[in-house]
C-alpha cells in the first residue's frame, strides 16, 4: 500500500524567520557553487568521461575486462593487468571494483541487453515516483514527476553507460527509494542492497535506510538491512582478500582526498540527464533550489532522499579528482526528487516570507 500523504509541506509551517533562514543559506551555498563553477580549472563534465569508445577512459578499461571475462578469464586476473597496462591505481583495494557487473555483461549475449536491463529498472523508477508523488503533499507535481523522471532514466539508453558499475548502484538506489516510498520495504531492502553489489559506494543509502528504519521501530526492516549488509560485509571480505593476492608491491598507489569542492561536486550533479546538457554556472544555479525541494518534504520517504543526496554531496565535496566525476550517477537520479518539489517549496517559502497561507503548528493535519 502506497505511503498516506502528509498532507502538509515543511516551508509551509516556517515562521518568517526561519523562512529567512533557509533563503539565507541557499543563497550562500549558491555563491559557493557559481565559485566552483567560474574556477579556472573546472572538473570535467560527465560526457567527457564516457567519450569515445577508442578513448583510454575508464569505460575503456571497463570493457576490456568484460571483454576478458566473456573470453573466459577470471575477473581478478583480467582486472590487475588491464589496470597496470593504463597506469592506474591498484591500491587501496578498493581501486579493484566488485565483479558483479562485469560478470553479469560478460554472462549476456550482448551489452546491448544491459542497456534493456537499465531500461527496466528506469521504468520502475517512472511509474513508482509518479504514484509516490501522488501519495504525497505534492500530489499536483505528479505529472511533472512523470516527465521528469522519464528524462533522467533516459541515460539507460547510452550504450557505453551499462559499462559504469555507479549507473547500475544509482538506477537501484533510485528504485529502492520509491518501492519504499510507496510501501514495498522488502523489495526496497533487496534493491538497496543490489545497488551495494554493483558498487560500495551504496553503503550510504543502505546505512540510512537502516538508521531511518531502527529510528522509527521498524524493527523488521531495520533486521533485513542489518543481515543483509552483513551478508555484504563477508562477500567485501572475500572480494579484498582475493585483491591482496594479485597486487604487487610496485603497484601503483593512489589517495581520493582531493578536497574537488564546488567543482567536483557540479560535476557530480551533472549525470543527472536533466543537467547534462547545461554548463556548471546553470548547474549551480539550479542545485539550491534541488536542495529546497528535498528539504521541502515532510514525510519520511522524502527525508530519506534529502539525507542521501545531502550525505552525497558533503562527501564528494571531499572525496574524488575531477576524472571521477561519474561516481555522481550513484545519487544523480534523486536530484530529480528535489526538482519536481522545487516549484512548491519556493511557493511555500515565498508565502512563510509574506506570513500569508502559513499553516500553524497544530493545523497541519493527521
Same mark, same amino acid.
Given at each position: 500500500?502506497?505511503?498516506?500523504?502528509? !498532507?502538509?509541506?515543511?516551508y509551509a509551517l516556517l515562521s518568517r524567520r526561519r523562512a529567512a533562514v533557509v533563503v539565507v543559506a541557499s543563497l550562500v551555498l549558491m555563491?559557493?557553487?557559481?565559485? !566552483?563553477?567560474?574556477?579556472?580549472?573546472?572538473?570535467?563534465?560527465?560526457?567527457?568521461?564516457?567519450?569515445?569508445?577508442? !578513448?583510454?577512459?575508464?569505460?575503456?578499461?571497463?570493457?576490456?575486462?568484460?571483454?576478458?571475462?566473456?573470453a573466459g578469464e577470471g575477473y581478478y586476473d583480467a582486472v590487475g593487468p588491464e589496470l597496470r597496462r593504463r597506469g592506474y591505481p591498484l591500491r587501496p583495494v578498493f581501486a579493484w571494483r566488485e565483479p558483479t557487473s562485469a560478470w553479469l555483461l560478460a554472462?549476456?549475449?550482448?551489452?546491448?541487453?544491459?542497456?534493456?536491463?537499465l531500461a527496466g529498472l528506469g521504468a520502475a523508477v517512472v511509474v513508482l515516483a509518479a504514484r509516490w508523488v501522488r501519495a504525497s503533499a505534492f500530489a499536483r507535481s505528479a505529472p511533472l514527476a512523470l516527465a521528469l523522471m522519464t528524462v533522467t532514466v533516459s541515460s539507460a539508453l547510452v550504450a557505453d553507460f551499462v559499462y559504469l558499475q555507479e549507473s547500475w548502484a544509482g538506477f537501484l538506489i533510485a528504485l529502492s527509494v520509491c518501492l519504499h516510498a510507496t510501501g514495498r520495504w522488502r523489495a526496497?531492502?533487496?534493491?538497496?542492497?543490489?545497488?551495494?553489489?554493483?558498487?560500495?559506494?551504496?553503503?550510504?543509502p543502505c546505512v540510512v535506510a537502516l538508521v531511518l528504519a531502527a529510528r522509527a521501530r521498524r524493527f523488521p526492516e531495520a533486521r533485513a538491512w542489518v543481515v543483509g549488509l552483513s551478508i555484504y560485509g563477508a562477500l567485501l571480505a572475500w572480494h579484498i582478500s582475493i585483491v591482496a593476492r594479485h597486487v604487487l608491491p610496485t603497484d601503483v598507489s593512489r589517495g581520493w582526498l582531493a578536497g574537488g569542492g564546488a567543482s567536483f561536486v557540479l560535476a557530480t550533479c551533472r549525470?543527472?540527464?536533466?543537467?547534462v546538457l547545461f554548463p556548471?554556472?546553470?548547474?549551480?544555479?539550479?542545485l539550491p533550489f534541488v536542495l529546497l525541494g528535498l528539504g521541502g518534504w515532510r514525510d519520511a520517504a522524502g527525508a530519506r532522499v534529502a539525507f542521501i543526496v545531502f550525505g552525497y554531496l558533503a562527501i564528494f565535496s571531499v572525496v574524488g579528482h575531477s576524472f571521477n566525476d561519474y561516481w555522481g550517477a550513484t545519487f544523480a537520479p534523486l536530484l530529480t526528487v528535489g526538482l519536481i518539489a522545487a516549484p512548491e517549496a519556493v511557493r511555500d517559502?515565498?508565502?512563510?516570507?509574506?506570513?500569508?497561507g502559513r499553516i500553524p503548528r497544530g493545523q497541519d493535519g493527521p
Open positions: 500500500m502506497p505511503t498516506p500523504s502528509v !498532507g502538509v509541506r515543511r555563491v559557493w557553487l557559481l565559485r !566552483g563553477a567560474l574556477a579556472k580549472t573546472p572538473a570535467p563534465s560527465g560526457p567527457t568521461a564516457i567519450g569515445a569508445a577508442s !578513448g583510454e577512459n575508464d569505460v575503456a578499461f571497463y570493457k576490456a575486462v568484460v571483454a576478458r571475462v566473456r554472462a549476456l549475449p550482448s551489452p546491448r541487453w544491459g542497456n534493456v536491463m526496497a531492502v533487496a534493491a538497496g542492497l543490489a545497488a551495494v553489489a554493483f558498487r560500495e559506494l551504496a553503503l550510504l549525470w543527472n540527464s536533466l543537467l556548471n554556472v546553470v548547474v549551480a544555479l539550479v517559502l515565498a508565502g512563510a516570507l509574506s506570513a500569508r
